[in-house]
Each structure stands twice: as structure tokens, then as C-alpha cells.
């Protein structure tokens, strides 16, 4: 039996690591245009021809249903759920080619759509009457959307498939890492190479030639896929069952798929749209100058770029995937109820992202390596697939109703007062809290295996 194993591609470790740096690059790429906007708001809300001539006149709420709009594919017509499907069916490398192809073409659409002017107003579901620039923008970022988040499950399928049994944790993690450099570097240099370059279509410029690159590097990888199944089909002793639709009901009953999935949701909901905000928010609140906001939250992908794969090496070695969730959640709760102190230190705010960094670190080093210890591998691209579906409800919602809050909130000279907003990010860390304990419960009495280590020895 141990020569027949031996026998896989994915035995070995340099082929291994090779495939995950490979599909790494591409989400990088996919994590920075992702964010390339963010710390733009400044430029993209100041009035039209303002900022240097740089500013496009979008109002908060504009912003905001932009922000919102890279999940309403997603959401409302149920494709990443469909895109989990086609995995399981279709397989990594038909699915990883049509996501990354829908990276791209999201992205022109949302480099024309800020490179040129427009005229009139056009309503958008969840938006009213928007600037035609805003709706058109929207719709590329809907569509990049739905192919990134179609290829972060391929990806995640990828390491499991790769990895089960080996390093999956600190895989995942080095995966995730490799990520947020993407999205630190699209908010540290976002704004600067927009007020260098002439304006926010060459940061947006930049972040489609980056997933052309990615495109590429994913056809690379194809190449590695189609031995790796050559190398496994040989040495299976017997054939796996394939994807049938009435195996969907092995995942929809599982309650600890669902506590997974909800934490996913809450947790991510208290950063991902926090950080589209942050600039702003270090502006306004903490005096930061706005040429150097972005930096301020740029520190928190850069902290878990280190920390994520050090807390997945623990879980790979020592387990206690559930504990790290519940310990990640609680941070999260502490740094956003600080944050909605009346506060204004920029000391403070730095340390405090550097606390969200860790909270960053650790629940995903431990969330996304124990689904596959709760959901067989013929079904974990459709239960990926769900996870990011009730994830994305967040992303696209959570931004519009932050918009809304933060513009109600804003007073007659521009400056907005970020308490409730930081407030109901703070709800969504105690939730978190509740569905990370719930599951660790959960895993007490299924026996998942979440507190016990990946590697098999």
C-alpha cells in the first residue's frame, strides 16, 4: 500500500508545494483587485474634477452599493453556489479556467467603466438611481465577483486534494498569506499610484494586467492537475464515487457544516467590509493624513501574512482548530468595541489593527482546513461553494447598510461619526463568539476531529 501511494504526484512535497504557489499567485492577483478601491473613496467621493482633478463625484451610498455590488451575482442569482456544482461535476481545471477568464473580463469592464465619463443615472437592485460610471462599475465588479469567488473555492478544493493528510492547515494558511499581500499592497499603494498616474483607472488598470497574469499562471497549473489525477487513478485500488445530486443531502443535514458556514459569515462580515471603510475612518477619526490612511489598515494582511500560516502550522501539529476560532472571534469583538470609543489616539487605532491582524490570523487558519474533516472530498466544492454563497450575503449586503449608516451620520462640514457603524461590526463579533463555541460543542459529540491535529503520522 505504501508504494502505491508513493505513487501520486501529490506525495511529493516540492510537487505539492509547487501546485499551491502556482494557484496561490492567481488568488494574490484575485485579493488585490479585490481591494484596489478601497483606499480610493477619497478620490472616487470628492467632488467631480476635485482632489487634483482626480475625483469622480460618487456619493457614500454610491460607494457603498459599489462596494456591495462584487456579491449580488453571487447572492441573488445563486451563481458561486452553481459554480460549486460545476466543480464537484466538471473538475478543477474546467472550473478554474472559466472563474479566472470572469476575473478578467470583470475587471476591463470596471477599468472602462472609471477610464471614461458618463452622463445620466441608471437604477441598480438595492441601489435606486446610481451615476451610469457607479452602475457600470458595479457590474464588473459583480462579475469579477462571482468568477473570485468560483476560483477561491477551486483553490480551496486544490490544497485539500493536494494536501489531506500532509500540512493542510499551514497550506491553507501559506494559500491565504500569499493573499493578503494582494489585498496589503492594493491598500498601501492603491492611492499613491492613482495620484502618480493620473487618477483611479491606473490602479484599476494595474489590477487587470495582474489577473491576466493570474489567468496564465492557473493554465500552469492545469498541467499539474492532469498528471495528479493520472498519478491517483493509477493508484486507487478501486474507483471513487463521483458527484451525484442526492448527496447534497449529506451536507445540508450536517450541523456542524452549518455553524462553520454562519461563522464564516459573521466573522468576515466584521472585517472585509470594515476594511473598505478603514481609510476613511483613519482619516476622519484619527487624523491620519489621507496619503498615508491606507497604510493603517494595509498592517492587518500584512500581520497575517505572517500569522496565518504560523497558526495553521499549530493546528497542523496540535490541533485545537475549534479553540483558535473562539479565541479569534473574541478579538474581533474587543478591537471593533474600541474602535467605537470616543477615541481618537493614532497609536491606539494601530495597535488595534495589529490585534485585528491576529484575530485575522487565526480564525481562518483553523475554519477552512476543518471543512474537510466534516464534508467528504467529492462534495467539498459544493460545500466551499455554499459557505462563500452565505459569505457573500455579508460582502454585498454589509457594505450598502455600513454606506448608509456612515452618510446618515455625517454632518454638514463632510466629517462622519463611525460609532454606530463600529457598533454593529461589534455585533457581528459576538455572534461569532456564540457559533464558535456552538461548534466546538458540536465537534465534542461527532467526533470531527477539529481539536485534533492534521498531520498523519
Not at 458561486?80 to 460545476?86: K, R, V
Amino acid at each position: 500500500m505504501t508504494e502505491i501511494i508513493k505513487q501520486k504526484l501529490s506525495d511529493s512535497r516540492a510537487a505539492r508545494w509547487t501546485a499551491l504557489v502556482i494557484v496561490s499567485v492567481t488568488m494574490m492577483f484575485a485579493y488585490f483587485f479585490t481591494d484596489v478601491m478601497s483606499p480610493l473613496e477619497p478620490l472616487l467621493t470628492a467632488a467631480m474634477g476635485g482632489e487634483d482633478g482626480l475625483g469622480l463625484g460618487w456619493t457614500s451610498s454610491e460607494y457603498g452599493w459599489f462596494s456591495g455590488a462584487y456579491g449580488l451575482m453571487n447572492v441573488y442569482l445563486l451563481l458561486l453556489f452553481f459554480g460549486g456544482i460545476i466543480l464537484d461535476k466538471f473538475g478543477i481545471r474546467f472550473t478554474g479556467l472559466m472563474s479566472t477568464a470572469l476575473m478578467f473580463i470583470g475587471a476591463l469592464i470596471k477599468w472602462y467603466s472609471v477610464a471614461n465619463t458618463f452622463d445620466g443615472t441608471i437604477w441598480v437592485p438595492f441601489g435606486g438611481d446610481v451615476q451610469q460610471q457607479v452602475a457600470i462599475a458595479g457590474l464588473g465588479f459583480a462579475i469579477f465577483g462571482v468568477g473570485s469567488e468560483i476560483a477561491g473555492i477551486t483553490v480551496s478544493k486544490v490544497i485539500a486534494k493536494w494536501f489531506t493528510g500532509h500540512e493542510l492547515a499551514l497550506a491553507m494558511g501559506v494559500q491565504v498569506a500569499l493573499a493578503r499581500i494582494g489585498t496589503a499592497v492594493a491598500l498601501g499603494a492603491s492611492l499613491p499610484i492613482a495620484r502618480a498616474f493620473g487618477g483611479v483607472s491606473a490602479s484599476v488598470g494595474l489590477g487587470a494586467v495582474c489577473l491576466c497574469i493570474g489567468t496564465i499562471s492557473f493554465l500552469v497549473y492545469n498541467v499539474m492537475d492532469k498528471k495528479e489525477d493520472k498519478a491517483a487513478a493509477e493508484a486507487a485500488s478501486e474507483p471513487e464515487d463521483g458527484f451525484k445530486f442526492s448527496d447534497l443531502k449529506i451536507l445540508f443535514t450536517n450541523r456542524g457544516f452549518w455553524y462553520i458556514t454562519l461563522l464564516c459569515l459573521m466573522f468576515y462580515a466584521g472585517v472585509f467590509p470594515f476594511l473598505k471603510f478603514a481609510t476613511k475612518l483613519m482619516v476622519f477619526k484619527y487624523g491620519v493624513a489621507p496619503d498615508l490612511a491606507g497604510l493603517i489598515p494595509a498592517m492587518l494582511p500584512f500581520g497575517t501574512i505572517f500569522l496565518t500560516p504560523f497558526f495553521g502550522g499549530i493546528y497542523d501539529k496540535y490541533g485545537k482548530g475549534a479553540t483558535l476560532m473562539i479565541i479569534g472571534s473574541v478579538l474581533l469583538t474587543i478591537v471593533h468595541v474600541i474602535f467605537a470609543l470616543p477615541v481618537s489616539s493614532v497609536v491606539l487605532a494601530i495597535a488595534v489593527m495589529i490585534v485585528l491582524g491576529i484575530a485575522f490570523g487565526l480564525v481562518p487558519s483553523a475554519m477552512w482546513p476543518s471543512v474537510p474533516k466534516i464534508i467528504p472530498m467529492k462534495l467539498l466544492g459544493t460545500a466551499y461553494a455554499v459557505i462563500f454563497y452565505i459569505q457573500n450575503i455579508g460582502l454585498s449586503m454589509v457594505p450598502m447598510w455600513i454606506g448608509s449608516v456612515n452618510e446618515k451620520n455625517t454632518a454638514a462640514d463632510g466629517v462622519i461619526d463611525y460609532t454606530e457603524s463600529m457598533a454593529i461590526f461589534a455585533g457581528f463579533g459576538v455572534v461569532a463568539i456564540i457559533i464558535a463555541y456552538l461548534l466546538k460543542l458540536e465537534d465534542k459529540k461527532k467526533g470531527y476531529g477539529l481539536e485534533k491535529a492534521n498531520i498523519q503520522k
